[in-house]
């Protein structure tokens, strides 16, 4: 079975900086797309930060520069490091991981 459980939220006071967890079971964080994602009340999902396997980040510009995903191997968890709360940020905040691994592709040629 494929699991995951986030914690680290709860009540923050404006300008707090809590760290989120995502503990995976059933995947290994390091083959795959991690990606943390938020839905504000009456709102649809955002997507925040992800991290590759290969260690590449993405950030979105609604939060660059507060925000810091991580992995620990030993413990097959992501973190996301949350700076400088504002009221705005909240949310429930969603893990997800989808596996990076790709096929040889197939060559599409179009021509008349």
């Known amino acids: 079975e494929v699991l995951l459980v986030e914690s680290g939220g709860g009540l923050v006071q404006p300008g707090g900086s809590p760290r989120l967890s995502c503990a995976a079971s059933?995947?290994?964080?390091?083959?795959?797309?991690m990606t943390w994602a938020r839905q504000a009340p009456g709102k649809g999902l955002e997507c925040v930060s992800a991290?590759?396997?290969?260690?590449?980040?993405y950030y979105a510009d609604s939060m660059k520069g507060r925000i810091t995903i991580s992995r620990d191997n030993a413990k097959n968890t992501v973190y996301l490091q949350i700076n400088s709360l504002k009221p705005e940020d909240t949310a429930v905040y969603y893990c997800?991981?989808?596996?990076?691994?790709w096929g040889q592709g197939t060559q599409v040629t179009v021509s008349s």
């Open positions: 991290i590759y396997s290969d260690g590449r980040t």
């Open positions: 059933g995947l290994t964080v390091t083959n795959s797309v």
């Open positions: 997800s991981a989808v596996l990076d691994m």
